[in-house]
């Protein structure tokens, strides 16, 4: 038997979709359409809960995970349309480590996908998130300079794949953000103390990892998304820091953070750029990164997935394999155990023979003495462009005495005497530039040269406001909008500002020479707008602004607007009848709107011929009528034509309710009076009269009739019951 999951949903659409695609994950499925009480037991290993909209799906999660230990079942939350406040007070919860948002259908490849993965425990490596078959590239990162190289590489791929610019820019600013992550914060010692994160920026450029440590880097693109996973060996990210950081931005006055570590704005800014998001977590051994970027997604509400997975670690798996294999594999030591206790027996004898020949040829009388062979000098002329760099050779400093002081050396200069025939150490250091080293080997009696061109060692600046969205201007060009990574030449006195309608434009002056910092600013409204808030009972009605379509559905949040201003506001909702309200924004004020729908049912008349259709007196039109937006209530119909005599009445009122289509039809029958001269017949439910040969038309069934023979003559009442589809007569005698 296969692993059970309990789907919680009152949709039944989501249900069908739901049936559908865990069975075809390989799993069981139980529906339920309220939360059971109690969800322990080894049965289920997974909760799919289907939230309603609005403020209701968001108590009832919360409800779920305070009055449930889900600590041995995961839950995985469907949701409508949340924002990040409401995102992150779900996420707060232990329980809330998987939530994706679905818009009537859900994804069923995606879906299957985090279905497999959850019940599995199989989490880590970017082919879990793509179909079968895409290609996945891969490339590891150990410094800084590997780290540029990778996301060129990154960037070309996505470039040939015809991903559109702002996707791409959107790539390359996370690919930035997880891979500072995983080389600079996330390396911590056996304490969990962090390793570089506390490093001045300008020693971060020579951060070198360890080669089993090294950062893996895989991609992949298909027709829907561009995929990136960044994986650290390493296992120190939590989901407390990233909730914490994510608070921290969004609610947090003005601040500029210039501490050179830590991972939170970063963090920030990879959740504002991405569609999904799936953190891939085994404690204190690995953590995985996994970005999704919508190719077709537009929206600014991200992400829209978020989802962190646990996979525990055994007492004897502390690294993750960096090649031949994707983590969370089991490893199969044998070959590799042979092999290498091979090789080190071979180095082990190499290493005594050359000791034992060194011993013999040191004693042999018949050789003498050794002598060192001295190697031949060589000069090396340095260059930079642009020159005045710092040399060190060998580690140590070229410098020379200039009036009694030591000072450094600059390029261009000629270094003479140096050992020919091994390899040199070059380091230039200039400041505002990347420090530069090479290997250099001179050959006996031949000078040698290195000219290098210094790259300027740029200041990445990390740009969060408060709402997002606000364009960044530095120097008076603009870069982008918020949230944003700008790279700024180290040392340079920068101007930036940071606009957004609606509010005041923020303006700051800083300088680039202490290095990378994280600047956030609250935007204050600008005096010259006001706020509106719209809310509607019931709530879900789509509201339009000056006819344009507002995104998502009442209740919505406030919205800013231009003072002094009217603006025109239409309400549509199933079942209610479509309302228009005016409302006058003050400046500086907010204006709460507040609008009760009313609910609505349908009403279609239809006759054999053509009447005048009253409705509680009131007049619709000629059948047939068609009244799509009618209030509940109760209503009485009159169908009227003087021509042919008709005047028809309800006598039992009828009830419409909110969301019923009603149809009436009425099919009148022509019945031929037959009676003396003087006679006269009238129709109880009208005053009309009619004499010998006239035609009446009266509806099939039991027709109560008034006579009267003669003016002297008392009324009398006639009952004559009217066939459908046959000629009809009344005789009278």
């Known amino acids: 038997m296969g692993s059970r999951v309990l789907c919680i949903t009152q949709d039944a659409d989501i249900r069908k979709q739901l049936d559908f695609i865990i069975k075809a994950a390989g799993a069981e499925v139980d529906f339920s359409e309220r939360a059971p009480k109690s969800v322990a037991g080894d049965e289920v290993r997974l909760i799919v809960y289907d939230l309603p909209e609005g403020d209701r799906g968001l108590d009832e999660a919360k409800g779920f995970l305070k009055e ?45 996908a985090d279905i497999k993965k959850i019940l599995s425990g199989n989490i880590f490596g970017l082919d879990k998130y793509l179909p079968y078959g895409s290609e996945i590239k891969r490339i590891y990162v150990s410094n800084y300079a590997e780290k540029s190289n990778c996301i060129a590489q990154v960037s070309q791929y996505a470039a040939r794949m015809k991903v559109r610019k702002p996707i791409r820019n959107a790539i390359e600013q996370v690919l930035d953000e997880l891979l500072m992550n995983a080389i600079y914060d996330a390396p911590v010692d056996k304490d969990g103390q962090p390793l570089f994160a506390n490093l001045p920026t300008e020693l971060r450029v020579n951060v070198q990892l360890d080669t089993k440590k090294r950062v893996r880097v895989e991609f992949g693109c298909t027709n829907r998304y561009f995929a990136i996973s960044v994986l650290d060996q390493y ?65 600014r509400d991200l992400p829209q997935s978020f989802q962190i997975h646990y996979e525990q670690a055994s007492p004897d798996d502390t690294l993750l394999p960096t090649a031949g294999g ?115 080997r001179l050959k006996p009696n031949k000078a040698g040269s290195v000219h290098v061109k210094l ?63 994280n600047l956030h600013l609250a935007l204050p409204i600008s005096p010259e707008f006001g706020s509106l808030v719209v809310t509607t009972v019931p709530p879900g009605a789509t509201v339009k602004l000056d006819g344009k379509t507002l995104e998502g559905k009442t209740p919505l949040p406030k919205r800013l607007l231009k003072g002094e201003k009217t ?44 009447v005048l259709v009253f409705l509680n007196n009131r007049l619709l039109g000629k059948t047939p009528v068609i009244q799509p937006s009618l209030a509940a209530g109760t209503y009485r119909l009159r169908l009227l034509n003087k021509k042919l005599k008709i005047d028809y009445r309800d006598r039992i009122p009828f009830v419409v309710k909110s969301g019923e289509e009603i149809n009436r039809k009425y099919e ?3 019945v031929l009076i037959k009676a003396p001269a003087n006679a006269v017949v009238s129709d109880r439910r009208s005053r009309n009269t009619y004499k010998n040969g006239e035609t009446m038309y009266l509806l099939p069934g039991r027709q109560v009739l008034r006579v009267k023979m003669a003016p002297d003559q008392p009324e009398r009442v006639v009952v004559h019951r009217v066939i459908p589809g046959r000629p009809n007569k009344i005789f009278l005698k």
Not at 79 to 101: M, P, W, Y
Not at 366 to 393: C, F, M, Q
Not at 569 to 574: M, V
Not at 596 to 606: H, P
């Open 68 to 112: 449930h230990d889900t600590s041995g079942v995961p839950v995985f939350f469907l949701t409508h349309s949340l924002n990040q406040e409401q995102k992150i007070a779900l996420l707060d919860f232990d329980g809330c480590n998987n939530l994706r948002v679905r818009d009537g259908v859900i994804d069923q490849s995606e879906f299957a």
């Open 235 to 299: 296992g120190s990210l939590r989901k407390k820091t990233i909730l914490q950081y994510w608070k921290k931005c969004i609610s947090e006055k003005n601040q500029i953070d210039q501490k050179p570590g830590g991972a939170g704005l970063g963090l920030y800014l990879v959740l504002n750029s991405v569609t999904g998001i799936s953190i891939n977590l085994r404690p204190s051994v690995a953590t995985e990164m996994v970005c999704l970027f919508d190719l077709n997604y537009k929206t």
């Open 326 to 440: 994707g983590p969370g594999g089991k490893r199969s030591p044998g070959i590799l155990y042979l092999l290498t206790s091979l090789l080190i027996l071979i180095v082990a004898a190499a290493a005594l023979f050359v000791t034992q020949f060194n011993k013999g040829s040191a004693t042999s009388p018949n050789r003498g003495p050794t002598t060192e062979k001295r190697l031949p000098l060589s000069p090396l002329t340095i260059s930079t462009d642009p020159p005045g760099a710092r040399v060190s050779i060998n580690g140590k400093a070229v410098t020379r005495v200039v009036g009694g002081k030591t000072v450094d050396v600059l390029t261009p200069t000629t270094v003479p005497n140096l050992r020919a025939g091994q390899d040199l150490s070059i380091a230039l250091e200039k400041d505002g530039f990347v420090a530069v080293h090479r290997v250099v």
């Open 455 to 517: 790259e300027r060692r740029m200041v990445s600046v990390a740009v969060t406001t408060a709402p997002s969205g606000a364009e960044v201007i530095v120097d008076g060009r603009v870069r982008g909008t918020s949230p944003l990574r700008i790279e700024i030449p180290f040392g340079k006195r920068v101007k930036l500002a940071v606009s957004r309608i609606g509010f005041k434009t923020i303006r700051r002056d800083f300088d680039t020479g202490k290095g990378n910092f």
């Open 567 to 610: 603006y025109q506001l239409s309400f549509e909702h199933d079942g209610y009848r479509p309302l228009t309200r005016m409302v006058s924004i003050p400046k500086g004020q907010v204006v709460t709107l507040a609008v009760k729908m009313v609910a609505v049912g349908g009403l279609s008349v239809q006759s054999n011929v053509e």
């Open 668 to 670: 009148f029958e022509k």
